[in-house]
């Protein structure tokens, strides 16, 4: 099996967390973003909405990073997508709401515009406005996340055993980690991020994030909550 990708990308790293942990074997291709090759014709061949991750499996082409960690779960019998029917319904659930909830806003509202160009608003009023709205939507999930689903009992989201949905959020939330964002105010979100980059391979999957994406900006002025 072959995983188009980039480390530094959002979608990527919770897969390639997931591999690592459960010794899935992928053939890693790297589609490098910095220099516009997933906007080749070549690359649209294979995902024509031009983003990584794509995962191929023989001449099974599948996109989307939740459907990837799902398939790759089912596939391998990985105890993070339980069999159970409610369970894996709750770890579904959790998912989705990382991906139309909290990403809408802290991802593509409060982040996104202030690092990537293709997201920025080229009127200021219009950006200023963008990201106050975009911050007070993100502290409502954030508190959601920290009193409710993950709450003072949990080591994870929604309970006391790991699932692809703590794979996801993870790699969602520490990508505040660009603009410096302070999570303090949620101590219980603290708390299972430092449990996430517990993990044996944590380290080494985020290596190209942290070198290529957190680091360059370190001296940047940005927004935070």
Known sequence: MKLYYHPVSTTCRPIMLLAADDNIKLDYQLVDLFKGEHMQPEYAAINPSRAVPVLEDGDFLLTESSAILKYLAEKFGSKTYPSDLRKRARVNQMMDWFNTGLYRDLGYGLIYPQILPTYKRQDDQVQAATL??????????????????????????????????????????????????????????????????????????????YAHFVTPFKDAPFEGL
């Open 132 to 209: 106050a709205w975009s911050r007070e939507k993100a502290r409502g999930w954030l508190k959601i996340l920290d009193e409710n689903l993950i709450g003072p009992r949990n080591a994870y989201v929604g309970g006391s055993e790991i699932t692809l949905a703590d794979y996801l959020g993870s790699a969602y939330l520490t990508v505040g980690e660009v603009i410096r964002l302070d999570c303090s105010a949620y101590p219980n979100i603290c708390r299972w991020i430092a449990t996430m980059k517990a993990r044996p391979n944590w380290a080494k999957v985020n290596e190209g994030f």
